[in-house]
């Protein structure tokens, strides 16, 4: 700020100092999940405690590095089981199963499972 310029360097400053809210917590669920396979598909079944509505399921899939390979989502079920698939890639080594509302909340702790 150069001289001559009183009216900025001594104006008030007057901001909203609103946050916007947070998301109501929804508590972590726990959760059976089984992995199963085809010749060209990982498949993943989960079965959670309690159901939410708006909430999703995530499988990843990673390669020894930790690199993301492949990535599927599937709305949860409010009833019954959930299944979701992501294809085979050659360079897979693990894959990571979780569950979040729409505003991104951890539904259940997440599940990782060897895909040697």
């Known amino acids: 700020i150069g001289t001559d310029n009183e009216n900025l360097t001594n ?10 809210p947070k998301p109501t917590p929804i508590p972590i ?9 085809t010749d060209i598909t990982y498949d993943f079944d989960v079965a959670t405690e ?18 993301l390979c492949a990535i599927n989502r599937v709305p949860l079920e ?5 299944s979701v698939s992501v294809d085979k890639n050659d360079n897979a080594k693990k894959a990571k199963v ?4 729409s505003t991104l909340q951890p539904i259940i702790t997440s599940e990782e499972f060897p895909l040697i």
């Open 29 to 37: 669920t726990k959760a059976t999940i089984t992995k199963t396979e």
């Open 98 to 101: 979780f569950v979040f509302s």
């Open 78 to 82: 409010t009833t019954g089981n959930t």
């Open 50 to 67: 309690n159901t939410y509505e708006d909430c999703y399921v995530y499988v990843a899939v990673y390669d020894e590095n930790g690199i």
């Open 11 to 20: 104006a008030t400053i007057n901001y909203n100092n609103a946050l916007t």
